[in-house]
């Protein structure tokens, strides 16, 4: 069973504040993709990465892509109380299945004002 | 992207009975996937759906107990038969498009007494 770590799993900050959540496996991943989910609804997908290195930015998100393609970085910039919710990490394994995905455990973030 | 709706949204229900969720998407789509998700944390995969063809059930979920139904490419239904208040989660149906992407419906929560 392919595992994808996540941390930290609680996070509680101030509005302003940065942070940063982490996405590692030892297995290698085909592509990763980030959602965030709000209480009483579904995932919503962020971004997808594929490419090792990758960087993308979406507002004040910006996803990393480790250059092996094992890990992921989320980072938020000057944080809301808006992006207060369920930040999961999911994989898809180089060798697996090409469309099933693994979730992480999901990272809890409060935004406080 | 798709949309996803799913009915009912959430119920309670009694031990010892069956109940059926039903999940529709908008556009036509080959993957649809079942998930499982306690309250706060990440998503467990139940099974994947896809039409013409038996539900594959994943390790720990066997088909008497999750029945699936997949008659055309829009529409799946989720049984969850013989309520015990373990099965007491939220349930998710998602759609697999390019890319490994997932897209979620809300989810029904399910309360059994």
């Known amino acids: 069973t392919q595992l994808l770590e996540q941390s930290p799993q609680f996070l509680s900050i101030q509005e302003g504040e940065n942070l940063t959540v982490y996405c590692n496996s030892s297995?290698?991943?085909?592509?990763l993709q980030w959602y965030r989910q709000e209480p009483g609804e579904g995932p919503v997908l962020l971004v997808t990465v594929v490419t090792g290195g990758e960087v993308k930015k979406l507002k004040r998100l910006t996803f990393q892509f480790g250059d092996a393609r094992k890990d992921s970085s989320l980072h938020i910039t000057a944080a809301q109380t808006g992006d207060t919710g369920l930040y999961l990490c999911?994989?898809?394994?180089?060798?697996?299945?090409?469309?099933?995905?693994?979730f992480g455990k999901g990272t809890l973030l409060t935004v406080n004002p | 992207s798709a949309v996803i709706s799913q009915k009912p949204s959430r119920d309670i229900c009694q031990r010892g009975t069956s109940l059926t969720i039903q999940c529709q998407v908008d556009s036509q789509v080959t993957m649809m996937f079942w998930y499982r998700q306690q309250p706060g944390q990440s998503l467990t995969l139940i099974a994947t759906a896809n039409q013409g063809s038996e539900a594959t059930y994943e390790s720990g979920f066997v088909i008497d107990k999750f029945p699936i139904s997949r008659p055309n490419l829009t529409f799946s239904t989720l049984t969850v038969s013989n309520m015990s208040p373990e099965d007491s989660s939220i349930y998710l149906c998602?759609?697999?498009?390019?890319?490994?992407?997932?897209?979620f419906g809300p989810g029904t929560r399910l309360t059994v007494l």
């Open positions: 999911a994989g898809a394994w180089s060798g697996g299945s090409n469309y099933k995905l693994t």
């Open positions: 297995s290698v991943f085909s592509s």
């Open positions: 998602s759609v697999g498009l390019a890319g490994n992407e997932q897209f």
